[in-house]
T-cell receptor
Framework: TQLLEQSPQFLSIQEGENLTVYCNSSSVFSSLQWYRQEPGEGPVLLVTVVTGGEVKKLKRLTFQFGDARKDSSLHITAAQPGDTGLYLCAGDNAGGTSYGKLTFGQGTILTVHP | SAVISQKPSRDICQRGTSLTIQCQVDSQVTMMFWYRQQPGQSLTLIATANQGSEATYESGFVIDKFPISRPNLTFSTLTVSNMSPEDSSIYLC?????????????FGEGSWLTVV
């Protein structure tokens, strides 16, 4: 069974601060996805990282996939109250019968105070 | 991208009854999945909905409790049978599209079930 350890579980910061969320595993993933979920809604895909060492930027969000494709991080610069939500990492192992099945981390509840 | 619609979006159900959730994708997709998200928790995969054949269930989930259908490449249903308060959850449908940059997996808005 593949596991993804996501940390921290809770993050409460002031507007303008920077933060990083981590996802770590002992397993290799073919790709890793980051989602943001707001109350009452389903997860919304932010980014997919596929290549080891890959870095992707989405405005103030920077996503990195580890060289060994076992870990990933999400860094938010100058957080804003609109960034508040549940952030989820999810690994996809496209090998064999696991094709397309996502293993989710526990989630990080981010609260950005004005 | 794929747009996924789920019905119902919310429901309050009586203990012992069953409810079927529908998932419609606006385009043909390779794979469809059903997840559960219990209050305050992350998502757990229930099963892979296989087109034209029986679904593939994850450990801890069985067909008698969560029968799934997928009659074509754009539609699937999940039934939550003989519900108890422990089944109160968000049930999410997801769809996989295979592309040159890797697999992209989309989620519906979820169906929020409360069992009383």
């Amino acid at each position: 069974t593949q596991l993804l350890e996501q940390s921290p579980q809770f993050l409460s910061i002031q507007e303008g601060e920077n933060l990083t969320v981590y996802c770590n595993s002992s397993s290799v993933f073919s790709s890793l996805q980051w989602y943001r979920q707001e109350p009452g809604e389903g997860p919304v895909l932010l980014v997919t990282v596929v290549t080891g060492g890959e870095v992707k930027k989405l405005k103030r969000l920077t996503f990195q996939f580890g060289d060994a494709r076992k870990d990933s991080s999400l860094h938010i610069t100058a957080a804003q109250p609109g960034d508040t939500g549940l952030y989820l990492c999810a690994g996809d192992n496209a090998g064999g019968t696991s094709y397309g099945k996502l293993t989710f981390g526990q989630g990080t509840i981010l609260t950005v105070h004005p | 991208s794929a747009v996924i619609s789920q019905k119902p979006s919310r429901d309050i159900c009586q203990r012992g009854t069953s409810l079927t959730i529908q998932c419609q994708v606006d385009s043909q997709v390779t794979m469809m999945f059903w997840y559960r998200q219990q209050p305050g928790q992350s998502l757990t995969l229930i099963a892979t909905a296989n087109q034209g054949s029986e679904a593939t269930y994850e450990s801890g989930f069985v067909i008698d409790k969560f029968p799934i259908s997928r009659p074509n490449l754009t539609f699937s249903t999940l039934t939550v049978s003989n519900m108890s308060p422990e089944d109160s959850s968000i049930y999410l449908c997801s769809a996989l599209n295979v592309g040159g940059s890797g697999n992209t997996i989309y989620f519906g808005e979820g169906s929020w079930l409360t069992v009383v």
